[in-house]
């Protein structure tokens, strides 16, 4: 109950297009949902996170979809670039606990 | 200039031989823990700490210990009982108050086998 699973585990994607990374979790005490970016050989970065009161949030070209009753969340990523490139990871919590992290999304957007 | 550093880069360790990485941060944070990863894998977490003094074990702690004697401070041994340590270190700190459930990560650290 304690697991995140993230889906794709890699994509592909041509500039301009809007790759989706889905994650789903069971835990329905979880309140707190960030997205990481990690660049090779770098450590993950904050991108963006949301709470269960609201079902979107957007920060620049970067939305999080919130699904409570399904107990899903997805990262889009609009008008992608090549920059964009990285490892990305989906995570859930329960007050000040430790994150559970999702297995990963390796994306590429090809020029 | 605030964040987490973590030290050294590279770390190369000889068989039967034990090894000390470095995390230290200086945000004020309340808690500390170390994750490893594994080429094109995920965040497993090894140890995680709350309170100076005190500490937890994750989801693989075998062949690995930790001390936290300072709050800024929680440095990972990994053992020669580690039969497989080539991985990629990572520390991350995250406050107890306000800001729930962010963590900030440091830089990593990349160990391999000689």
Known sequence: QQQVKQSPQSLIVQKGGIPIINCAYENTAFDYFPWY???PGKGPALLIAIRPDVSE???????????????????????????????YFCAASKGAQKLVFGQGTRLTINP | DGGITQSPKYLFRKEGQ????????????????W???DPGQGLRLIYYSQIVNDFQKGDIAEGYSV??????????????????PTAFYLC???????QQGTQYFGPGTRLLVL
């Open chain 2, 92 to 98: 991350a700190s995250q406050p107890l108050a306000g």
């Open chain 1, 37 to 39: 970016q990690q660049f």
């Open chain 2, 35 to 37: 994750y490893r990863q």
């Open chain 2, 18 to 33: 034990n090894v000390t990485l470095s995390c230290e941060q200086n945000l004020n944070h309340d808690a500390m823990y």
């Open chain 1, 57 to 87: 949030k957007k920060e620049g070209r970067f939305t999080i979809s919130f699904n409570k009753s399904a107990k899903q969340f997805s990262l889009h990523i609009m008008d992608s670039q090549p920059g964009d490139s990285a490892t």
């Open chain 2, 67 to 84: 001390s936290r004697e300072k709050k800024e401070s929680f440095p990972l041994t990994v053992t020669s009982a580690q039969k497989n």
